[in-house]
């Protein structure tokens, strides 16, 4: 059974930078088509990044699109969100799932999603 496990995020001020990291113990993400989604208090979730397992093309939300970057380790099969430039609005939970059908777009549903960690900007 895959288990997606979530490192990073705490409390940043603006214009400051994190990473987030998603691995799966004992699995590698490789072959996964992932995404990362956030959800603010009061706020539904929100998909804010992904990548394809056909062609490895990340793609992004309007919202983080130039601020924020996914990418691939697969030297150790973990998947990292780098935030830079933080924003107050970026305050909420992140999430990362995982899914291993074949995409070659962002995944049209996911099997496995990680714990979620908390990522708050403020000054």
């Known amino acids: 059974q895959v288990q997606l496990v979530q490192s990073g995020g705490g409390l940043v001020q603006p214009g400051g930078s994190l990473r987030l990291s998603c691995a799966a113990p004992?699995?590698?993400?490789?072959?996964?088509?992932i995404g990362w989604f956030r959800q603010a208090p009061g706020k539904g979730r929100e998909g804010i990044s992904c990548?394809?397992?056909?062609?490895?093309?990340?793609y992004y939300a309007d919202s983080v699109k130039g601020r924020f970057t996914l990418s691939r380790d697969n030297a150790n099969g973990t998947v990292y969100l780098q935030m830079n430039n933080l924003k107050p609005e970026d305050t909420a939970v992140y999430y990362c799932?995982?899914?291993?059908?074949?995409?070659?777009?962002?995944?049209?549903?996911?099997?496995?999603w990680g714990q979620g960690t908390q990522v708050t900007v403020s000054s």
């Open positions: 990548i394809s397992n056909s062609d490895g093309r990340t």
């Open positions: 004992g699995f590698s993400l490789d072959y996964y088509g």
């Open positions: 799932a995982a899914d291993p059908r074949y995409s070659d777009y962002c995944p049209p549903g996911y099997d496995y």
